[in-house]
């Protein structure tokens, strides 16, 4: 509920025992389908680089700040520089199936004391598009942010990246706007869309993920019975 002062001014909603969020840590979040390694150069560079080899029109990189990279060892230097970093803070996103990482996120923009914190540099390569490891691993994320604290989960873009735009509210992150003329990337103008979620959604959120990422929402050959979007519609304040 809306709290006002003496001045009768609205105040917004009261956080009794506001206490800042914890640091995310470099360890392995465990899924049924992934796990989330703290990126090592050394151990997970190798597989990326021939993962992402597969997106052979480099559409992965139109709209991140780096790559595409002409060698593994070009790949590897730029990886080098993140291999302890806590913020951003870069997880690789490994297969429970073959123990190959396939795809790259991290945390950033981490805040504890205000609670926010972004999930970003996400580049998922095709050994990961449109299978259950692109949902769980996200899903895996999310629920470490949330129990460490975070009060506010964001998901930011380029305007212009309609795949992620969608993916972002497909997970039940809801469109918050469009902050113009954000920055400059790679020489081009980029506005950015903003997405996010809270704590107050957070359980019913959570309940979808595990209701989607469920062995009985899979047939025999894999296919999804009920789509994630389908659930996550109801969770979302606005769409965009």
Partial sequence: MQSTNPLEQPLGIAVPNWQPAARPVRKIL???FCSLEPLDSARHAADLNAANALDT????WTYLPYGPFDSLASYRRWMDQYNET????FFAIVSNMTG???GVASYLRIDPISGSIEVGHLNFSPLMQRTPIATEAMWLMMKEAFALGYRRYEWKCNALNRPSRLAA?????SFEGIFRQATVVKGHNRDTAWYATIDQEWPNLNAAFQNW???ENFDSNGAQRVSLSSITDSILVRRG
């Fill in 30 to 32: 465990t899924g049924r």
């Fill in 57 to 60: 029109e480099g559409r992965n």
């Fill in 86 to 89: 806590s913020d951003p803070l």
């Fill in 100 to 102: 190959k990482a396939v």
């Fill in 169 to 173: 509210q497909r997970l039940g992150l």
């Fill in 213 to 215: 990422l469920s062995p």
